[in-house]
């Protein structure tokens, strides 16, 4: 079979491996769709070294590929999900009988792992990560029902007070982001965003969200007030996991407001005083989701959640270059590989 194989430097090519084998407590799941994370840019530039990628009991698996929706074609044991059946994944794997593990969420066990190397034909993953994909959502719409895009989105929202005049402020429109103004959209609440990318500004202008601001364009602090009649957003989220954004976001944050951590990265240099103490912000970070959340989720696309409109690209896995070099440039939203199963 042919799997996506991410070689540093921006390279990425397609590798023939052995279709993998299903262990105890393990399924094979033929692959519907795979979505491409915003997450995975770190691997794809990466210049140092080939990365190499492992799964969560410490196998290759060649690309970081962590958003599927497929059908399980084998099951050693025939306990959980049943062959033929179409399942999403949460892809957090635990150890099973710690106290977290236990309550159902894998997120903080202590052996926590992740499913990796989706963007390929076939694969092995836990058989407890799977959760039922209803028949008649496509595998393509589905993987985002089930993935971290909205699931991050959903799972914040699942924490975070929200009220009906909450004015919000988005920071980036990347996978995580764009998961948010979906659901800001789906809850009719007044959004900004800030976004550098122009691609993405006008995603963002199609869903209706009314206030994009381009911060090469203009003061971004002053048309945030100007907007929020000068002392700042109820909400603000940081999908862009940079320095800039999260500092901008905390200023424009009004007092006794909320702030979401919501963008992966790596470092940011915050000041407690002027941001937490003198305007007692209170801040939440979001990490992934959990079962429960997809169930939500599935229910608000029942009620109308709009994800067509975040999956602007349909690729085969034949065109995995250029897939990776759109998403680099900022010019996608969700990103999927579609296999015709
Ligand atoms: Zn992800
Ligand atoms: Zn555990």
């Given amino acids: 079979m042919q799997t996506v194989w991410f070689r540093g430097n921006s390279q990425v090519e397609l590798k023939e491996i052995a279709r993998p084998a299903p262990k105890t407590g393990e399924v094979l799941l033929q692959i519907g769709a795979s979505a491409i994370c915003g997450s995975e840019m770190r691997d794809y530039r990466r210049s140092d070294s080939i990365p190499v990628i492992t799964d969560w009991i410490g196998r290759e698996c060649y690309n970081p590929g962590h958003e599927l929706t497929g059908v399980v074609v084998e099951n050693p044991d025939g306990r959980g999900p049943r ?35 989706a963007h390929t034909e076939f694969i092995v993953v836990p058989a407890y990560t799977c959760m039922p994909l ?16 909205l699931g991050v989105a959903y799972h914040a929202f699942s924490k975070v007070h929200l009220a009906p005049r909450d004015k919000v402020v988005v920071i980036g429109a990347g996978p995580v982001g764009l998961g948010f103004l979906a659901l800001l959209t789906y809850l009719g609440l007044e959004t900004i965003l800030v976004e550098p990318s122009a691609y993405r500004r006008n995603l963002a202008l199609d869903y209706g969200i009314p206030h994009v601001i381009d911060p090469s364009a203009t003061p971004v602090q002053e048309h945030i007030r100007d907007l929020t009649e000068g002392i700042g957003a109820d909400v603000v989220i940081d999908a862009s996991g940079k320095d800039e954004g999260v500092n901008l976001g905390l200023n424009a944050t009004r007092p006794e407001g909320t702030f979401i951590f919501a963008g992966a990265g790596r470092e940011a240099k915050i000041n407690p005083w002027s941001h937490f103490l003198e305007k007692e912000i209170t801040a939440y970070g979001v990490w992934y989701f959990v079962d429960a959340d997809y169930y939500g989720i599935l ?25 990776y070099q759109l998403m680099a440039q900022a010019n996608t939203g969700k990103a999927v590989f579609i296999h015709h199963i």
């Fill in 83 to 117: 062959i033929g059946e179409r399942v999403a994944i949460n892809i957090i794997t635990g150890c099973g009988h710690c106290t977290t593990c236990r309550r159902g969420d894998r997120r903080f066990c202590r052996q926590q792992g992740y499913v990796k190397g």
């Fill in 134 to 149: 209803p028949e008649d959502i496509p595998f393509d719409l589905g993987v985002l029902l089930g993935g971290d895009t």
């Fill in 299 to 323: 229910d608000a696309y029942r009620k109308g959640l709009n994800v067509e409109k975040m999956l602007t690209h349909r690729f085969g896995l034949g065109a995995v270059a250029e897939a």
